[in-house]
């Protein structure tokens, strides 16, 4: 009895799977697609910078400069407080143009702009260049460094890296105001003339020249060489001369503090001066 009342559940269990085992329906037709939902808050966009870094304590040759970060404040630049990380790809040597080199167009300053030392003369002369910008990777002129002729040229900017340089030259320059050369720590010659418009001049890092020479700038107003040390001391060569002179707009009250700082450290050995044709300031 107990088999058949098993048997008999199991076929009527069969039955219904069999009852509930129709053909499945058609789809229905797909609803109506719902409102677009709101748009999420605009993030914040990372941006990249990178500069040219010049030669010192990052890079010793110079290199890239690479900074990072999020442009909080969403103007499209990486300002310096948005700046997270910073990374430099370093020159592994120095870059040496051998030779002379000659700038009169700034296609040379680009050729010139990876280079940091020109064994020979840089020569920047009877040009249309309004600035200097593009060589600052340039620290280390083996010979002269002349700046004449440009009648458009501003300033110096450009060269500020420059430290070592055999002898210094700018003159003739009908619209430069403003010679700034801070990093020249020594040189044999410095000679500044005829700039009409001259009318600031620094040298704040130079200590020793043998020879100096400021003379004939009709506008010049003020020069600052805080370091000045020593006029006309050259092991090979006795004597020197030291010339600020004919600089009708400059106070002789400045020059007289100059010349007093250089002997105020002894270094008194030119043999030659001549401090007069300047401004006599009260």
Same mark, same amino acid.
């Given at each position: 009895?107990?088999?058949?009342?098993?048997?008999?559940?199991?076929?009527?269990?069969?039955?219904?799977?069999?009852?509930?085992?129709?053909?499945?329906?058609?789809?229905?037709?797909?609803?109506?697609?719902?409102?677009?939902?709101?748009?999420?808050?605009?993030?914040?966009?990372?941006?990249?910078?990178?500069?040219?870094?010049?030669?010192?304590?990052?890079?010793?040759?110079?290199?890239?400069?690479?900074?990072?970060?999020?442009?909080?404040?969403?103007?499209?630049?990486?300002?310096?407080?948005?700046?997270?990380?910073?990374?430099?790809?370093?020159?592994?040597?120095?870059?040496?143009?051998?030779?002379?080199?000659?700038?009169?167009?700034?296609?040379?300053?680009?050729? &010139?702009?990876?280079?940091?030392? @020109?064994? $020979?003369? /840089?020569? #920047?002369?009877?040009? =249309?260049?309004?600035?200097? +910008?593009? &060589?600052?990777?340039?620290?280390? @002129?083996? $010979?002269? /460094?002349? #700046?004449?002729?440009? =009648?458009?040229?501003?300033? +110096?900017?450009?060269?500020?890296n420059v430290s070592t340089v055999g002898w210094v030259f700018i003159g003739h320059n009908d619209n430069l105001t403003s010679i700034s050369l801070n990093n020249i720590k020594r040189t044999e010659y410095v000679a500044i003339g005829s700039n009409a418009h001259l009318i600031t001049v620094s040298f704040n890092n130079l200590i020793d020249a043998p020879a100096f020479e400021i003379i004939y700038n009709d506008l010049l107003q003020a020069i600052s060489f805080n370091a000045l040390c020593s006029v006309g001391v050259v092991a090979t060569k006795p004597g020197g001369y030291f010339h600020i002179t004919q600089n009708p707009m400059l106070c002789t009250t400045i020059v007289t503090a100059l010349v007093n700082q250089v002997k105020s450290c002894g270094g008194t050995t030119w043999s030659n001066e001549n401090f007069t044709g300047n401004k006599v300031c009260p």
């Open positions: 009895m107990k088999r058949c009342l098993v048997a008999w559940i199991g076929a009527c269990l069969i039955a219904l799977v069999g009852c509930f085992e129709g053909t499945a329906g058609d789809a229905g037709t797909a609803g109506v697609q719902g409102t677009q939902g709101d748009l999420g808050e605009t993030g914040d966009i990372s941006l990249v910078s990178v500069t040219t870094e010049v030669p010192g304590a990052n890079c010793q040759n110079g290199g890239k400069r690479i900074e990072t970060g999020v442009d909080t404040n969403n103007n499209g630049l990486l300002d310096s407080e948005e700046v997270t990380e910073t990374t430099y790809v370093c020159t592994t040597t120095a870059a040496v143009w051998y030779g002379d080199y000659y700038i009169e167009t700034s296609a040379d300053i680009a050729t &010139l702009s990876s280079y940091t030392i @020109v064994t $020979g003369d /840089l020569y #920047i002369c009877n040009t =249309s260049l309004t600035n200097l +910008t593009g &060589l600052e990777n340039l620290s280390t @002129v083996g $010979g002269t /460094l002349e #700046i004449s002729y440009n =009648s458009t040229l501003a300033n +110096t900017n450009g060269l500020n």
